[in-house]
């Protein structure tokens, strides 16, 4: 069955509540919970920071985090909505991914003030003077030794192990793409990454050791997640 609940502007990103109802970002119409049955709609006069919400993330809790672009961060608690924004101390208002690692810290992509932990309390930031490769960031990703991966605008793979930044690999531009959108950990521990015009490129934590585009059979070059 198909259901045309944004029809203008398109569907960004999905994610499942603790109840199994579906939620949807819009591009510019705000959020839709769907229960099984029903759509609900949620925008700016519901209590959003800004209708464009390209990333989604339910945490363990059963808070739902919106990251918005022009809005900054959105938790939604079932019952109201709480805005975090630069005056907040988050690093950027446009927030383009949301990871939690396994410490319980809340970790935010932004697209143009790097990267925001948050404890709970307060935020932490870090940038390109941190060893971040680039201050616009794409995707963030914990694998199963705890490490946050973190996709930018370049073709630069970086991790974080909880002290410091450090550079992995500089990505082929031509045949891996210029954008690290997401990534993926299989159960060998290898790294599968989600590139713009590249299509997937898989990472053995040495070197890229897979390659699938269209020459392959994947659709399109352009893959957005995994």
């Known amino acids: 069955q198909t259901y045309d609940i944004a029809p203008y502007n398109g569907i960004t990103s999905v994610v499942e509540d603790r109840n199994g109802h579906l939620w949807f970002g819009s591009y510019d119409n705000g959020v839709y919970q ?3 049955e029903h759509f609900t709609r949620y925008t700016t006069r519901d209590g959003l920071g800004h209708n464009y919400v390209p990333h989604l993330f339910s945490d363990r809790e059963g808070n739902l985090w919106f990251g918005t672009w022009g809005g900054g961060l959105c938790r939604y608690d079932g019952w109201r909505y ?17 990871c939690r690692s396994r410490n319980g810290d809340m970790w935010f992509a932004t697209r143009g003030g790097g990267a925001s932990r948050y404890d709970g309390h307060t935020f932490t930031n870090y940038d390109t003077s941190d060893g971040l490769p680039h201050n616009l960031l794409w995707a963030i990703y914990e694998d199963r030794a705890a490490n946050l991966w973190f996709g930018s605008n370049g073709t630069q793979l970086t991790r974080f192990d909880g002290e410091r930044f450090s550079a992995e690999i ?11 959108w997401s990534f993926c950990e299989d159960r060998h521990g290898h790294l599968w990454l989600a590139t713009n015009g590249g299509g997937i490129a898989c990472y053995d934590g040495e070197q ?8 392959d059979g994947l659709p399109h070059d352009v893959v957005w997640q995994l």
């Not at 709480?82 to 005056?87: K, V």
């Not at 890229?208 to 269209?214: G, L, N, Q, V, Y």
């Open 170 to 180: 500089n990505l082929d531009l031509h045949s891996v793409g210029a954008m690290i």
């Open 82 to 98: 709480s805005n975090y924004t630069r005056d907040n101390g988050l690093a950027h208002d446009e927030v383009e991914a949301i």
């Open 34 to 36: 769907f229960d099984g």
């Open 208 to 215: 890229i050791i897979k390659r699938f585009t269209r020459a």
